[in-house]
């Protein structure tokens, strides 16, 4: 079972840990937090309001790895898209160490093992005045175990989980694992020579046929993935030729 104690004792550097039973969400509690002024994890065996990315919900049950960590980066809000990416793959790399799964990135935030997402990642930052970052939360949600009462029927076809027991403290290891390796990256000052080579070599979008839906009017369109640049962004080739580099969005592999 996920303890404050039991993560700490496997985590690399001192970080304050909470645990609770459960949250309206985590990324919620990690703003309650902030004015801490200090690196804080934030854990939750369930939440009954998650949020995913575009205001979507995000189905957290019991067996599930739900946890928050509130940060302090002395940057500006651009560093929000370098830490999602950053996470992705030291999730990516905790998963592979502590499951012995491979991993797939779905641009921008979604963790994927044989075609079933797993995990899905929210930042948020808060700016101050002077458009830097007050604090910016990293939340990450990971199918540890199928839900009891199975994924809902809108997700179904496209979820999936790491286990079908869980290992003894298994819970306890990824959530500091995922922490550590996430640490590394951020310690450096988000370095992307250390994980930008990586990230792109574990896209499940590449050279695939998408459909992008616009944030704004809802526009759906045709593309190709092409590639990932060096600001994160996944660039996209439309049925007239042109090219685009997204910053935002969704994208779907289109059914064939």
Same mark, same amino acid.
């Given at each position: 079972m996920l303890t404050a104690e039991k =993560?700490?004792? !496997? $985590?690399?550097?001192? &970080?304050?840990?909470?645990?609770? *039973?459960? #949250? *309206? @969400?985590?990324?919620?509690?990690?703003? *309650? %937090?902030?004015? +801490?002024?200090? *690196?804080?994890? &934030? &854990?939750?065996?369930?939440?009954? /309001? /998650?949020? /995913?990315? #575009?205001?979507? @919900? %995000? %189905?957290?049950?019991? +067996? /599930? $790895? !739900?946890?928050?960590? #509130?940060? !302090?980066?002395? @940057?500006? &809000?651009?560093?929000? @898209? $370098? =830490?999602t990416s950053a996470a992705a793959v030291a999730v990516s790399r905790a998963i592979e160490c502590v499951a012995d799964v491979k991993c797939e990135i779905k641009w921008v935030n979604d963790i994927y093992i044989e075609g079933k997402k797993v995990c899905g990642i929210l930042t948020e930052g808060q700016m101050r005045s002077d458009g830097m970052l007050d604090y910016a939360i990293l939340g990450i949600g990971v199918n540890l175990l199928p839900p009891t009462c199975g994924f809902p029927e809108d997700i179904a076809s496209r979820a999936g989980s790491l286990f079908d027991e869980l290992p003894t403290d298994t819970d306890n290891i990824l959530a500091a694992t995922i922490v550590n390796e996430f640490m590394l990256l951020y310690r450096s000052g988000l370095d992307k020579e250390l994980f930008l080579d990586e990230y792109r070599s574990r896209s499940c979008l590449i050279g695939r046929e998408i459909d992008v839906m616009r944030i704004v009017g809802g526009e759906m369109k045709s593309a190709v993935a092409v590639g990932i640049d060096d600001n994160c962004r996944l660039v996209v080739r439309y049925d007239d030729g042109t090219t685009e580099a997204l910053e935002s969005g969704d994208v779907t592999i289109r059914a064939t």
């Open positions: =993560i700490s004792k !496997y $985590l690399t550097e001192p &970080i304050t840990v909470s645990v609770f *039973e459960t #949250l *309206e @969400s985590t990324n919620r509690t990690a703003r *309650e %937090f902030a004015a +801490g002024k200090r *690196e804080h994890l &934030i &854990i939750a065996r369930s939440q009954s /309001g /998650g949020r /995913g990315r #575009l205001g979507r @919900s %995000f %189905f957290s049950p019991n +067996g /599930g $790895l !739900y946890m928050s960590l #509130l940060l !302090y980066p002395q @940057s500006d &809000i651009t560093d929000v @898209s $370098l =830490i």
